[in-house]
Nanobody, 121 residues
Framework: QVQLVESGGGLVQPGGSLRVSCTAS????????MSWVRQAPGKGLEWVST????????YYADSLKGRFTISRDNAKNTLYLQGSSLKPEDTALYYC??????????????WGQGTQVTVSS
């Protein structure tokens, strides 16, 4: 069955950087848009970024643009999110999600289990 497995989360100091990864299996990764969505403690889900199937186009939440970079390696079936100049308010559980084909941006059919990123001194 389709699996999305995130990794790379952890504790980072304010102003630092971190890269999280998502390894996909059991589907043709290169055929799908992929996204990152996060959930801060006590808050709802927040869309972070989306990348097209070939990686040629990327989209970001306005509030996060310039500090986060989404990328993918289709040969490795892996999605990445690089965060820099991280702030305590970036503390969240970061999920990768497969975009549901045919529904446009913001609709997902599979999710990973999430990886925790904590920004604290």
């Amino acid at each position: 069955q389709v699996q999305l497995v995130e990794s790379g989360g952890g504790l980072v100091q304010p102003g630092g950087s971190l890269r999280v990864s998502c390894t996909a299996s059991a589907f043709t990764f290169s055929n799908y848009y992929m996204s990152w969505v996060r959930q801060a403690p006590g808050k709802g889900l927040e869309w972070v970024s989306t990348i097209t199937s070939g990686g040629g186009s990327t989209y970001y939440a306005d509030s996060l643009k310039g500090r986060f970079t989404i990328s993918r390696d289709n040969a490795k079936n892996t999605l990445y999110l690089q965060g820099s100049s991280l702030k305590p308010e970036d503390t969240a559980l970061y999920y990768c999600a497969r975009d549901h084909p045919g529904y446009g941006l913001g609709v997902y059919d599979y999710w990973g289990q999430g990886t925790q990123v904590t920004v604290s001194s």
